[in-house]
């Protein structure tokens, strides 16, 4: 307990600090109270780099080791590697001990094999975050900077264009991190596993952010009781644990909404369930091609709506909603969205050959030059289609 | 009883197979390399053929339609008159050039042809280079007009407007000083150095999408002429719905949001219009300075007393160099401007009308400077 108390203490002095400070100020001001401070300007609160991803492998580490299913590492300079590893140093993969632990302890030899693996990943990464997520910032930054200026098809288009972002942005560089660290002799969790094909919010999480929501799951969700217990315990533990795992994200009540949102969903994806148990037809129909057709467009809308939340600006995220539901005019779309439905389709066309299993039947016969022609095509196009101006890795705020 | 023959197929030893996965990987690794960098020399190599064509497709678009134009010969006896238009989108969609060479051959009874050099975007910075390579090209007209955009002369926004169309990218090495020396903060650009070499794919990579994938671009404009443009560089901006109008308004009036609020003419923008004119003097080139119509809305939204400043600032920067000085600002009906400061086709045809017969024609009959193209 003094291990994580330490971890979270160090986590919320410099990440939360400000928020809870400035909260207690307008409720303080609000009861016509003197706070006696002044506000804290977010701009000016230094925060390391990757605190809340380092914050949790420690914290794993700690509990892991309390209940004994690794030994502890005498090695400090190991220790030290596990933590600091840079290619998960800023934004994850959140890495447990154990998996990583024992790979500092085998002898790295060069592997041609494992070169090709890491180039791969880190091509595929590159070209999500260059060719993909950035220019889908063209169409979405300029109209959640200023949403009243746009009609609403504009911020349909804009968070749709968002939802893409914020994938590509966020598993690209996951793909480049997994990517580097087999280039280094380590193997890395996975992160995503086409989220946005999952059938429901359950799934959704069981294929977003993977090592997050198994962390979550692991740490918060089963100490507080898991599915164990009535329903509605679990129900409680549910929207606690979303909860938390939207203030890591950030310092702000759009984040927070944004876990509570996730936590409702999947209560209510629960609750459905149950509902369904009883009604063999139903399910029936929701399991034929078409009722998965269209769980996976429900649950992608859901997701999507509730990445409107994922900002630390609450205010704008209401005026967002206001004029998605709420027919209003407004300047056009940014650019001609040929571009974003170019981007959907391809998007779309690269999921459908891994998930069908079409890309693993391929892939032994590829002759070696084909494949590396391939990865020429992908490093060109990720420099050729990055538009002019490139952003940071969004996960790196966090 | 029936026999069976059992074949068994040989076991390939794992290290073979390691073996041949590890020689597969090394060829489609190694082969990537080679075919990345040798595509990026490529590019490089073909970019620096004709870098103008890549780096600032406006001028080179412009500039190939002046080489088949009058305009744009060598200044020898029995050339026409070559009156030259300098500016920005404004100049660009107002003034029907062709025209303009036809009327003024007709009212002044000698030949006169005249080319429309405006570039979107273009401030007096941007003029005052396009002018110095056309000159170094050898292009020398007899006259010039010149564009001034109160919006460009904006002293409050810092850096100068035009900055955010005049990329470092569109101009040559040797243009940064002086460029900088005019008040645009410019920083040389990667693909001036090794990246233009090895990295030329992403260097010019708008560039290249605008010309070879334009459905890709990323921009919302685009970078060179379009076909639209006729040969004297002149385009004609179709008529604007009346329902679309308010829109087009809105947007402009939030594209230029920076220069509305405590608006006064002035700052770094002066430097490159005196650069424009002191280049034709040196050359001898008989200069004039225009102020293209905005619409009744349009020209509320500049701050006084700053609006009022424009035009003593302008005709004192003009008496200087003995430039006479058109301000057609209120020359226009607001029907005849698509979005409060581009004309629509018919907006051109009246203007350019009225800016031959009022302005063209008087300036160049009383100034002499018709004879053959003699001064």
Same mark, same amino acid.
């Given at each position: 307990y003094t291990s994580i108390g330490m971890n979270l203490s160090i986590l919320c002095y410099f990440k939360y600090r400000g928020f809870f400070l400035n909260e207690l100020y307008d409720g303080m001001r609000l009861l016509n109270m003197d706070p006696g401070y002044t506000k804290v300007n977010p701009l000016e609160v230094f925060i390391p780099f990757g605190i809340s991803f380092y914050t949790f492998e420690a914290i794993s580490y700690a509990v892991d080791v309390y209940k004994r299913k690794i030994a502890p590492e005498t090695s400090l300079p190991r220790f030290l590697l596990f933590i600091l590893f840079f290619p998960h140093l800023v934004a994850g993969p959140i890495v447990r001990a154990g998996d990583f632990l024992t790979q500092t302890r085998r002898p790295k030899r060069w592997n041609w094999v494992r070169v090709q693996v890491g180039v791969q990943l880190f091509l595929v990464g590159a070209f999500k975050k260059m060719a993909i997520a950035d220019r889908m910032a063209l169409f979405c930054d300029p109209v959640f900077k200023d949403p009243d200026a746009y009609n609403s098809v504009a911020v349909w288009f804009a968070v749709l264009a968002y939802a893409l972002r914020i994938y590509c942005d966020f598993s690209g560089y996951s793909d480049m991190a997994v990517g580097a660290a087999h280039l280094l002799g380590y193997k890395l969790i996975n992160n995503f596993n086409m989220p946005y094909l999952a059938t429901n919010v359950s799934d959704f999480w069981r294929r977003w952010h993977i090592s997050l929501s198994s962390w979550l799951r692991d740490y918060v969700f089963i100490p507080l009781g898991g599915s164990r217990g009535s329903r509605w315990l679990n129900y409680r533990n549910l929207l606690i644990t979303m909860t938390l795992g939207g203030l890591w994200h950030g310092a702000a009540w759009g984040y927070i909404l944004w876990g509570l949102a996730h936590g409702a969903l999947l209560v209510g994806h629960k609750q459905f369930k149950d509902y369904c148990d009883g009604k063999p037809r139903l399910t029936a129909f929701l399991e034929t091609a078409f009722g998965t057709g269209l769980r996976i467009l429900v649950t992608f809308f859901c997701v999507s709506m509730c990445w409107v939340l994922f900002q630390p600006e609450l205010g704008k995220a209401v005026a967002i909603f206001e004029k998605l539901f709420h027919l209003q005019r407004g300047l056009t779309v940014p650019l001609s969205n040929r571009s974003l439905w170019y981007t959907v389709a391809f998007l779309f066309a690269c999921q459908w050959l891994v998930r069908s299993g079409v890309w693993a039947k391929i892939y032994p016969r590829v002759p070696a030059p084909v494949l590396g022609v391939g990865y020429a095509v992908c490093l060109c196009a990720a420099l050729v289609l990055a538009p002019d101006s490139g952003t940071t890795f969004i996960y790196f705020q966090f | 009883m029936r026999t069976v023959a059992v074949v068994t197929a040989p076991v390939v030893p794992s290290r073979i197979v390691r073996g041949r996965r590890a020689r597969r990987a090394a060829v489609a690794v190694l082969f990537g390399v080679a075919v990345a960098a040798g595509t990026q020399l490529g590019i490089g190599a073909a970019v620096r053929r004709a870098p103008e064509a890549f780096a600032d497709p406006l001028y080179h678009d412009k500039r190939e339609l002046l080489r088949a134009h009058p305009v744009g010969a060598p200044d020898r006896p029995g050339r026409p008159f070559a009156l030259l238009f300098l500016g920005s989108s404004r100049t660009y969609d107002a003034v029907n050039a062709g025209a303009v060479g036809e009327r003024l051959t007709r009212d002044l009874g000698t030949p006169v042809s005249a080319f429309n050099f405006a570039q979107s975007g273009a401030g007096p910075v941007t003029m005052a280079v396009a002018l110095r390579r056309l000159l170094n090209d050898g292009v020398k007209p007899d006259a010039v007009v010149i564009e001034v955009n109160p919006l460009f002369l904006a002293a409050q926004v810092e850096p100068p407007f035009e900055t955010r169309w005049l990329h470092p990218l569109r101009l040559r090495p040797d243009e940064l000083e002086r460029v900088r020396e005019l008040g645009v903060p410019v920083d040389a650009p =990667? +693909?001036? &150095? *090794?990246r233009g070499r090895v990295l030329a794919g992403h260097e010019y990579r708008v560039h290249l999408l605008e010309r070879y994938a334009p459905a890709l671009s990323p921009l919302p404009y685009r970078l060179g002429i379009g076909p639209e443009t006729d040969r004297h560089g002149f385009v004609r901006v179709p008529e604007i719905p009346e329902r679309q109008r308010p829109k087009l308004l809105a947007w402009n009036r939030n594209l230029y949001a +920076?220069? *509305?609020? =405590?608006y006064r003419p002035g700052g770094s923008a002066l430097k490159g219009l005196r650069d424009v004119l002191e280049t034709c003097r040196a050359a001898g080139i008989r200069p004039a300075l225009l102020l293209t119509p905005e619409s009744t809305e349009f020209r509320c939204w500049y701050a006084e007393p700053g609006r009022a400043l424009v035009a003593p600032l302008v005709g004192e920067l003009a008496r200087a160099f003995g430039a006479p000085v058109v301000d +057609?600002?209120? *020359?226009? &009906?607001?029907?005849?401007?698509a979005d409060g400061h581009h004309l629509t086709g018919a907006g051109a045809d009246a203007f350019t009308a009225r800016l031959v017969r009022d302005e063209l024609t008087p300036w160049l009959r009383g100034s002499g400077t018709v004879a053959g193209g003699e001064p």
């Open positions: - | =990667g +693909a001036h &150095g *090794w +920076a220069c *509305w609020p =405590g +057609a600002r209120e *020359w226009l &009906g607001d029907d005849l401007i």
